[in-house]
C-alpha cells in the first residue's frame, strides 16, 4: 500500500466513523491541554464526565492556578494517576506567570531582543501566547520542545498538544496510533523500533488537516484495529499491569479516604488500620512515603492531609 493509498483509505472511512468528542470541537490551547493530560493511560470513556466537571470548576488557566490542592483532587477522584492533577496546576502557574510576564514587555520591542530580566524571550514568549488569541498577528506558535518543560508533559503529548491546539504537522505516535502503522505497514514483522515508523507516520501526514488526520488515526486504531497482539510487535510494547491489587490501588484508597475525610486529615493509625483492612502487601509507612514524595499529601505533626 502506498502512503496515498493509505491516507485515502483512513480519510474515507473516518468520513463516516468519526468520534464526537467535546476537545476535539474546540481551539482552546487550555481545554485540549485538559483533555490531553486526562487521556494519558486513561480510556475515553472515564475521561468524558470528568473533563466536563472539571472545566465547569476550573473554566480557565488563572482559576486553576488559584485552585486548592483539596479541591482540585476532589475533581480529579475517578481518573487515578492523581500526580497529573498536581502537574496541570503547575503547569497552570508556569503559564499565568509566563503570561504575565509577556504583557510587561514593550510592543516596540520584539520579544527576542528582550532580556530574561527585562520581560520573556523564544521559547517563554511563545508560551505566554499559549492561551492567546489563535488569529492575533503577534500569536507565536508554541514548539513541541517548548511544550516539553511543562509539568507531566512528555515528547507524545507536547506534540498531540502542538498539532490539536496549534495546527503543527508533526508526526507522533500513542498506542492507537502506532497499532495501526505497524498493521498497514509491518504486518508480518516483530520487534519493530518507532524510529522506523516514524518517517512513514511523517510522510502520511495529511498536512491539509493534520489535526483530523490523527484524530482518524486514532479512531481507526481503537475502534477498528481491537486485537492488541498488534501491539506485541512493537520493540517499545510494555504490558500494562493490573490495577486490582497493585502498589497504586492501595495509593488511591489512601487518597479516596482522605478525600472523603470532613478536613481532609487523619492519624497515621487509622490510614494504617484502612490499608490492614483492605489486606494491603504494602506498607502504610511506604504507601504514605511515596505520596508525600510526589506532593500529594502533607504529614504535619503526626497526621497527614491533603
Not at 483512513?10 to 468520534?19: D, G
Not at 510587561?104 to 521559547?123: D, E, Y
Not at 514568549?125 to 509539568?151: C, M, Q, T, V, Y
Request: hydrophobic share 40%; charged share 25%.
Amino acid at each position: 500500500m502506498t502512503i496515498l493509498e493509505f491516507q485515502k483509505y483512513i480519510l474515507s472511512w473516518y468520513k463516516t466513523h468519526r468520534r464526537n468528542l467535546p476537545w476535539r470541537n474546540t481551539r482552546d490551547p487550555y481545554k485540549i491541554l485538559i483533555s490531553e493530560v486526562m487521556l494519558q493511560q486513561t480510556q475515553v470513556a472515564r475521561v468524558l464526565p470528568k473533563y466536563k466537571e472539571f472545566l465547569q470548576k476550573f473554566p480557565t488557566l488563572e482559576k486553576l492556578a488559584q485552585a486548592s490542592d483539596k479541591t482540585l483532587l476532589k475533581v480529579w477522584q475517578g481518573l487515578g494517576y492523581w500526580r497529573r492533577a498536581k502537574y496541570l496546576k503547575e503547569t497552570a502557574h508556569m503559564l499565568v506567570k509566563a503570561k504575565a510576564m509577556n504583557l510587561q514587555t514593550s510592543p516596540r520591542r520584539p520579544a527576542s531582543t528582550v532580556s530574561a530580566k527585562g520581560g520573556v524571550a523564544g521559547r517563554e514568549h511563545r508560551l505566554a501566547n499559549f492561551a492567546g488569541n489563535l488569529n492575533s498577528r503577534s500569536f507565536k506558535i508554541p514548539l513541541p520542545s517548548d511544550l516539553e518543560i511543562l509539568p507531566g508533559i512528555g515528547p507524545y503529548t507536547a506534540r498531540a498538544l502542538a498539532c490539536f491546539a496549534f495546527g503543527s504537522t508533526e508526526a507522533f505516535l500513542d498506542t492507537n496510533i502506532r497499532r495501526v502503522y505497524l498493521h498497514f505497514f509491518f504486518p508480518k514483522r516483530k520487534d519493530v523500533p518507532d524510529t522506523k515508523i516514524f518517517p512513514i507516520a511523517q510522510k502520511a501526514v495529511w498536512n491539509k488537516n493534520a489535526k483530523e488526520w490523527h484524530y482518524a488515526l486514532f479512531d481507526y486504531g481503537a475502534t477498528v484495529l481491537k486485537d492488541k497482539k498488534i501491539n506485541k510487535r512493537s520493540r517499545h510494547y510494555a504490558k500494562q499491569s493490573k490495577f486490582e491489587g497493585s502498589f497504586r490501588s492501595f495509593r488511591t484508597k489512601v487518597m479516596r479516604f482522605l478525600l472523603d475525610q470532613q478536613d481532609q486529615i487523619a492519624t497515621k493509625s487509622r490510614i494504617k488500620r484502612l490499608l490492614k483492612e483492605a489486606q494491603s502487601p504494602y506498607t502504610s509507612e511506604k504507601i504514605l512515603a511515596a505520596l508525600e514524595k510526589d506532593g500529594l499529601i502533607k504529614k504535619r505533626k503526626g497526621l497527614y492531609s491533603l
